[in-house]
């Protein structure tokens, strides 16, 4: 019978090993806050094109530990986002993760406007003062939504962002428009992302502020 690792946490420690050795001198490209984030998202997608498309803007690292340590809500424009990120170590710092992209008034007033439901949900959403990080991972109307609501002055500037809408229409574009926004931001550059990406950023600031069993 072949051996091969069994225990979850060797398989992690494992990969990240591969991670660290294969990135090179690329990690000198990015701080010590930084680097486990980025590997992070390799580990998630085995993708290390990641290490030259993430970027780091307006301190949004600090800052996100910032939203956490002071338990804020979190906006995720994807179900898939809201149920990837930890709800135990979340609870732990009175984090709250949620979406209204279901909801049913949500569905109904962007029938009504006939505008996608990412754009209404992101407004809604932003209206709660408690919500101090917006997590999206698909939706390009909700990143460029955002970032009219922030410029017009309708809402208070959020504590982090994380774009990373994934595909072909509008994804890229919305990302690097959001740039111009004086707000603490990561973001993947051009047309990669998605949920999973998303998440694995958020977690990749959550484990610096949380020490997990093991690691």
């Known amino acids: 019978m072949r051996e091969y690792i069994k225990e979850p946490q060797l398989i992690e420690k494992r990969s990240f090993e591969i991670i660290t050795s294969e990135l090179g001198d690329k990690i000198k490209n990015f701080t010590d806050e930084e680097l486990p984030i980025v590997k992070r998202v ?24 910032k939203a956490l340590l002071e338990g804020t809500k979190i906006y995720c424009d994807t179900n898939m986002i809201v149920n990837g990120l930890s709800k135990m170590v979340l609870k732990k710092f009175g984090c709250t993760a949620y979406t209204l992209v279901s909801d049913e008034e949500v569905a109904r007033e962007s029938k009504e406007r006939g505008v996608t439901r990412s754009i209404v949900g992101i407004e809604h959403a932003s209206r709660d003062t408690d919500t101090k990080i917006f997590l999206i991972g698909n939706a390009p109307t909700a990143l460029y939504r955002l970032k009219e609501l922030i410029e017009s002055g309708e809402i208070e500037k959020p504590l982090l962002v994380v774009g990373a809408p ?28 998605g949920s999973t990406v998303t998440v694995a950023i958020l977690h990749g600031i959550l484990y610096q502020i949380y020490k997990r069993e093991g690691f």
């Open 166 to 193: 994934v595909g072909f229409v509008g994804a890229s574009e919305s990302k690097e428009f959001f740039k111009s926004v004086d707000v603490p931001y990561i973001t993947i550059d051009g047309r990669k992302g």
């Open 42 to 65: 390799i580990h998630t997608t085995a993708d290390f094109q990641y290490a030259d498309l993430i970027k780091f803007l307006n301190n949004p690292i600090e800052s996100g530990k």
